[in-house]
């Protein structure tokens, strides 16, 4: 080894030092001025944390389903399971309050920290409240799957495997807290749910009971979506927005109703996009790879071929 | 603070413990009344544990490739590694084994436990005397996507990057459990593929070798598909099913051959959808986005223009 | 019990260990038959960790968004950020030179060993000195994912939310790698923001400030993409190649520019696919479920209908 | 560097390998011949984990003093501590049956294995019935700690802080466990108190209420000692034995009353050594250091003076 | 297995259920007698957490000697030192501020829960100013232990292997926190170094520089001790007291001077027991085994022949 | 709240952030002045680390006992058994080389490097190829507490319970290293076993085969004692240095032979305390608390009678 690269081995950060003061003096001014760009340089808030969302994911998974979802679920049996339920649902409860006080903090800013806590606690308990609630429509989502899918051998494969149980899972908690006004916590609970499934359901969205979405990789479900009872999905479907219109600065208005409304009994098969203010009436099947933009009546069947002509007339697709 | 907020900010939990006391006793029998539906009151059943599963893939990738995939692959070279291999292989066998047992259980009810030994034991070592075998195939894929893809630049990289090894790895692995009766964790195997790659691919289906997934993103293959040797995919492409066939009482029928045999040397671009029990025939290529529901012969080129075109006629596209 | 299945319960690996030392030897027949075939037999490299490269992610964002996405964010405010950063910055810079060593000496074989200490140190430190760069355009995109999505509360909800937003932020420091030559450790990482984004962006692809991708499952960058400015795009979009020649041995010719080029100020909506070398002009807006092989102007937009029209004439979609 | 040298750099193990297979093969010749010794080569036992007992007295604590001890103690209050206490306990005596079966099933040999479980579902539930008797007996001991060390601030300090409120914590439970035949079990625990006090009680000691040891570091309480109500031990106090009987082969004689009974309401000064079958008479006071091998009546008053001279007209300190 | 048996098997909990049930409520009656007892009822205050100080002690242990006792000192070198020492120190006060915050709201109850933060406030940034003189105290007992043991190899040596160097680096940690008040905290600093080290000395303990123990198992310092500079004690060696005075009513008077007075420059060997508020004038030399409640001048050598002869006039050893 | 705490409560750390900068200023101060004394300003080494031995000490004890000690030991039976052993040898030696490198780099200075790989390796090997030999002597260990003890049940209980065995395991670990040079490692181990049992043995000392301590607490065993076979010890025995000789300077003299000769078959009782370079005879009896700085012939037993009145014409103690 020559004597200069041996140095090197010995020594392989000389130098670092004064480079890493000066490299967090620039960010250190970054973060200064994008702070001060916004107004926050005397406070910056406090977030959420999707680390701890996690946690109180699998705590409220295990509350919800404990036979087949508690971690630990080996280790009791009848007895034991109220007091697993209860002990776990209460720690659970304690963290998605600290949480949504994050979250209520960062919103109010810091003169509203007393209201906070009593906001905060309400939300808490209000969401407590409808977990028996979600229960029984997660229950029908996971017999809807079991009836829906050729594939699908039990019930139990059905809650441990399928994708889209899970994405149906965390949005029926996410719209809860999105309902109580927990709107970032709830978005970082669907942001989850799209990172492991694939499937992007904003916790707006509004969801009938029976809901199934098979395979799911590439579903997006809009801010203002409805979907009825027993709507069945398949993977890469867009119920999504047509226009962003602006207002007279030119800044998107944000929040009007603009993705479709999908009555009951409704299958959307794979690729299909379905864009706009729209209405699927009850009962109708969208084929595979659909461009639907206009409403359909209840009863309809929709195939590419169909669909094309009409694309070709409007001259849509953007 | 005012005296009432002061009091939340001392007991944020207040009056939760008798609600905590009311949901847990709801939650208890919504539990009671969803097992009673399914006759499983007595004896709710023990599933497998998709975290186990973690653990075992992760062992099965290290004895399958200790140099590379081996998560202490630093710590030791030539001497050591057959040592590792086997204490791997013995540790991860017998956590099969045990996951294995509780499916056997699942399904068989409690009267099979005896038997259920006995079998879950001949799957584990069956299970085990494939490994060399998925070696090889998995050899013939990391060949296939190296010569397969201008960005790749090394074995290496294939195999420490590329999702599509991941899939076919995992597939491949669950593909030899579900051959040997242990669906419900094969399944939940290919499900721990989709949730890191966005490639589901059903256990059950049967895959030649020299397999490559490019990129891979919503890539589907469905239970009965059939895929010869030296095959291509990118992503989105759907190997799936076109109807649903239901019997006298309108369930559906479970099981029956419902998607593509893909023969050898096929090519099939990204978007590219093909549904139903058809064949595409050995060297065609299948040009991206095309929506294909008729078998073609083989060294097809099929355009989107083509399927349009043939779409069109068929008012397919359900 | 009856006898035998007791003893197997008893054991139920007896006989197994002979298996296993057959299964050992099989594998390693096949480890030492696949090194040689690569004349990597007597010194198989070792290769960066995935697992060490999710830890100095998390360090490298931690060091870029201490506020927002530091660990252990509440634990400090003013006073010690600069020695988080600073701490952090230099032992994640250490376990970064550690895997840079690791590519290099894999890529040069153990006769560069000592060049490669003053290389890796080298890329090491070039690499620190381009993060506040990388701040101020990743600072540039979450301002333009704030501004793109009507459904965007705050600023804080982008960064802590949005798939886009991780996806650059790992493609913008893959990037940074793979100009410096560690190619492989850029490829891994672009595949953890791959694996829970489903946005799979080469590190080689250029893309300019404030650029943002909604949704984005299914979007595939290719290696030698352009992007300019103020660049958005949605859920499904490919920038891929068109054709993969070969050279006159019948191999793959790797590296030539071959996928499009994005100018300023292009909006490309879900499911567009774009192909080959082409250039999409400044400001055209690219509708959903074009498929577009040929460049188009400035100002161009572009929807279903015309693009499918020229699709037809061309016979193209392969 | 030399060529050798840096040889050895690179392979720091090369050669190690066949060694390894050397010592591998002594090492379990040595263990078949041990084994063999023992008549155990057909089934060496699995004993109960050191590890497990851990958790287990963790869990324990925690269920007997749940506000003090419990490991999560500020993540609830009133509300939630029954069903922290009940998940707690449901847990604890399921690993803690595992741990007895295993003991029983060592000591039985595998042909008792059907008894062992009914014999270790009754150990534990009748160790479980026991723990508000330990609770009381405890509740005595911190309040004698408080009141007998000057040093002692409050209630809370005793229980958080002093080790000799640990050591009879441990030996109360581990006593109830060797009482009900799980010896090894109840050995064990002790063996942990010792390792963090330096106090060695035996688990077959018998002790009263309000027991409290100071300092504790080197007492020793033998397996037959017997001590009433009320009694205060100093630092490094031996209640030991004095000799050991041989039966006529020359074996130790096992299990023979051989060590002190302590009346109520002694107290015994640091250093006191006080060995065999003798009794030590209520209320009495033996000083710092004394030497005893005979009874002392009730009210007794030892100082190391009228010790030795004891001692040297007896010729002992054997 | 028989009928009976096998019940067990499948269910070994059986029954258990109500158990519980019956024991938690025991329990829960024994803790609300025990806190109604001392007034506690309303509120059961939290306490410091054990479990916290071991990570603030590893922490601070790092700020002193960060080369040595850093947990990740292999990780930089220069440069990057002062920014560990400065984020390990921020998050370490932080933390420990907590724990202070904790103990003076448990002494002063919930109403002064604003003063608390104020004082724990001050008692941390106090302590914290202290840190630079407590590393100069261990400089000098680091240096004393080197000189004064012929074993002793190296001043790393000593900082890594002597259970003397723990216990005297704790408790200077400790002593600081005791004279700020947070004598729980100290106390508890004080038995963790006990439990590692045999080692007892009362957190109020006064120790000059260059104080070396060795060997240490089963020394004890009492509360009111006083040490001066440069002395050296042996395993074993009891600082105590000799009686502990009640008040009028039978109550012990806490607190009051009992303890010796050791003045520089004096060795005490294994085994002495030195009782009551005598003083050991400087310079001394105090024999092993020797047993001492009467004060000895400046220079004096006690043996224990000198030593026995006094304890036989006085009748003294309680 | 008031104004002024309630600013406090938000912020608790105001103004810490420059007491912070003063602090860490102060200490690197001091560090450097420390470093400086010592010379070692250009290159304070890197130390062996406790929690690595952790570890490697595991990983032997795994090696040695794979049935009883093995972490894992439910998870494999006969077949795995030597895979086991295998792998954790192989891993626990390359742990233990990179400790023995940094100890002989820390000795040597950096210009020893290359030598330092070369002896650490030798180092390594020599003491891998003296486990069998350890294993002997433990088991000779073992079987001797077994029979020496009326207290121990079966060898299974002696092995997974006393104290004394882990010390003497610890200890024949340490002492192997200690001959092969790596005597800081081997002392570090030491103050392991004494941390956790109390016993205190200089990994220098030699030890003979079928050696016991019981209960073990406050034993201490100096670095040049010899103890022959068959020895048993009982708590708080010291074999000890008489005196200390200094040199000219008055220095003192480092590693002359200065404590007792323990020939074969001898009991020595609690508390004694035997001093300075003396031999104690084949098959003698030394009693509890005796004090002896005397050779005695074989055969002898001495009591506190005996071994007072010697004391008494000496003026001993010292």
Redesign the interface.
Known sequence: ??EK??E??????AG??????L??A???A??VS??DA?NRLDN?????S??ALVGILDGLCA??F???LG?????????????????????T???L?EQVRLELG?VAG?DGK??D??Q??AVT?QF??R??TV??LL?SDIEAAY???????????VL????GITAITYHRLAHELDRLGA??IA??I??LA?????I?I?PSAQVGGSFFID?G??V?I??TAIIGQRVRLY??V?L??KR?PVDENG??????A?HPIVEDDVVI???A?I?GRITIGAGS?I?????LTRSVPPGS?I??????AQ??L?????
Chains 1, 2, 3, 4, 5, 6 share one sequence.
Not at 147 to 157: H, N, W
């Open positions: 080894m020559h690269t041996k090197f081995a010995k020594a392989p950060d670092l030092a004064s480079e890493i003061d490299i967090v620039e960010l250190g970054l973060r994008s702070l916004r910056p808030p406090r977030l959420p999707r680390k509350v919800l404990p036979n087949r971690l630990a679920l080996s280790e009791f049996t009848d007895g034991g399971i109220d007091y697993f339920v209860g002990h776990t649902l209460d720690i409860l304690r963290k309050f960062m810091d007393d209201t806590l009593v905060a606690k308990r407590a409240s977990l028996p229960r029984k229950d009836e829906g899918d050729p594939a699908a051998r039990s019930i139990d494969e441990v495997c399928y994708p709107h970032l978005r970082m669907s942001e799209h990172a492991s499934t694939g992007d904003h395979h990789t590439g997006v809009g801010e993977q890469a867009t999504g927005a962003f800044n998107l208005i944000k929040g009007n603009r098969y794979a690729g996009t864009l099947t084929g595979g790879n659909v461009w069947t195939t590419q071929a169909q669909a094309h694309t070709f409007d001259g849509a697709g953007i």
